[in-house]
């Protein structure tokens, strides 16, 4: 199985179906988007305790929806120096 890390800690994950991807999400607010969204989110059962959540990646509206879940996990991990040294990356583009 891919992964994806930055400064050692993996980000993102792309299971062998590759129908799908886990990032990392506090787990408040992966509830309400498990909830919300069920059709695009989803949390394994062997990922219940830790703060990830699984997206479907057909369910995804556009590559910009998979850049912002990608961005979002990437600012999550990171340490705080690489997040002072690059404020701007994992952006939107005009944030």
């Known amino acids: ?3 994806f890390r930055v400064a050692g800690k993996m980000f993102a994950t792309l299971p062998e179906d590759e129908t799908s991807i886990a990032v990392r999400c506090p787990k408040e607010e992966r509830d309400e ?3 919300a969204e ?4 989803w949390i394994a059962d062997h990922e219940a305790q830790f703060a ?3 997206v479907r990646l057909a369910a995804l509206e556009d590559e910009g929806e998979l850049h912002d879940v990608l961005a979002d996990s990437w600012r999550q ?3 705080p120096r ?3 040294a690059h ?5 939107p583009p005009g944030d």
């Open 38 to 41: 069920s059709e695009k989110f």
């Open 77 to 79: 991990t990171a340490p």
């Open 82 to 84: 690489l997040l002072e």
């Open 52 to 54: 990830w959540v699984r």
């Open 1 to 3: 199985m891919p992964t």
């Open 33 to 35: 988007l498990a909830l």
């Open 87 to 91: 404020p701007r990356l994992g952006l």
